[in-house]
């Protein structure tokens, strides 16, 4: 058992950056975090800004978990990932796949705020034109109605691997099931922000869960929590809480210790960013490498936050800190 390290040993080396995305992505164009060193390596605290500290803390028991244990042990070296495509017009969805070189597997945002169903729908077909796997993604944004019409629609021409989050509670959930039987529903937010991350699935709300190593609260809690999903038979597919490289090499870790893997992973949303803390980690054949990631000196000097901005997240940080202190929480190898 490692005890927690102290806010100062924890936030010694800190460093806060701000990256620039190329296209607006869960209603921002910024994306900051927090990057912290230990003798493991480095972690990174991000969680978004309307989170509040109950919840927050769990990312940073990640980034504490990822820079003083490091990952658990693999079982494989690459992992599949997912192409994603924001809320883009249909004509840009070709530059946004170029990104995701051999990836055989597309997650597509839908039910964006100030879109229409067939905006959706445009954006869906030009992606199936390219890529053979198909999951689309609406963050919670339908109701029962309109996700029953918007999945008719958006199957229309082929099928759907799956659809994330089509509402945002666990009871509509169930009867978008009962109401689409030919369409996996895969639980989200309803996973990774409940207090009771199994509760969608006793009620039998979920196909597939979606599963983020920084909201579970590190890489071994994700596996702890794949094991329990996968003893109802439910996959469980890795995915980005938009993070940045040090964040996605957690992921890719946690999902290489996975005994197994079903579905690629949405661990490629490093493209979504103009720049990175770390070099670009480039897909081969639509798989990324299980490696560490150390952050460069030179890049995370140029994307370094704005004084006023480092002054929030170190606060931040302190606060998540002592709500740790308080839980008792420690770290078993």
């Known amino acids: 058992m490692t005890s927690l390290p102290s806010v100062g040993e924890v936030l010694a080396d800190a460093v806060v950056v701000s990256l620039p995305m190329r296209v607006r992505f869960r209603g921002i164009t910024t994306r ?8 493991a390596g480095w972690g990174e605290f991000a969680p978004f800004p309307e989170y509040a500290d109950d919840e927050a803390a769990h990312w940073l028991q990640s980034a504490i978990e990822d ?3 490091g990952p658990p042990p693999a079982v494989r070296t690459r992992v599949p990932i997912n192409a994603t495509v924001p809320a883009v017009d249909a ?3 070709p530059d946004v796949l170029a990104r995701y070189p051999g990836a055989r597997t597309a997650k597509v945002k839908v039910a964006e705020g100030g879109q ?3 905006d959706d729908v445009a954006r869906v077909r030009a992606v199936r034109a390219l890529v053979p796997n198909v999951r689309v993604d609406a963050n919670g944004g339908w109701s029962v109605d309109e996700a029953e019409a918007a999945l008719r629609a958006l199957t229309a021409d082929g099928p759907l691997e799956y659809a994330e989050q089509p ?7 169930v009867e978008v099931r009962r109401r689409m039987p030919d369409v996996r529903v895969a639980a989200d937010e309803s996973i990774r922000r409940a207090e009771d991350p ?4 006793r009620a039998g709300g979920a196909d597939v869960a979606v599963v983020k190593v920084a909201p579970l609260g590190g890489m071994r809690r994700l596996l702890s929590l794949a094991d329990e999903l996968s003893s109802h038979g439910v996959p469980v597919v890795v995915s980005s ?6 964040g996605i090499a957690a992921g890719v870790a946690a999902a290489a210790a996975l005994p197994e893997l079903q579905f690629a992973c949405g661990l490629g949303t490093g493209g979504l960013f103009e720049a990175d803390v770390a070099r670009a980690r480039e897909p081969v054949d639509g798989e990324l490498a299980v490696e560490a ?3 460069d000196v030179e890049r995370v000097t140029a994307l370094a936050a704005s004084a006023e901005r480092s002054r929030w997240w170190i606060e931040r940080a302190r606060r998540c800190h002592g709500l740790l202190e308080q839980r008792g929480v420690r770290f078993f190898v």
């Open 91 to 93: 004509a840009r969805v």
């Open 32 to 39: 900051e975090a927090l990057l912290l060193r230990g003798p």
């Open 293 to 295: 990631v150390a952050p």
């Open 67 to 69: 820079a003083w244990l």
């Open 241 to 246: 809480a938009l993070d940045t490289a040090v």
């Open 198 to 201: 199994l509760k969608v699935v």
């Open 167 to 173: 509402c945002a509670s666990v009871p509509e959930l």
């Open 116 to 118: 229409t169903l067939d």
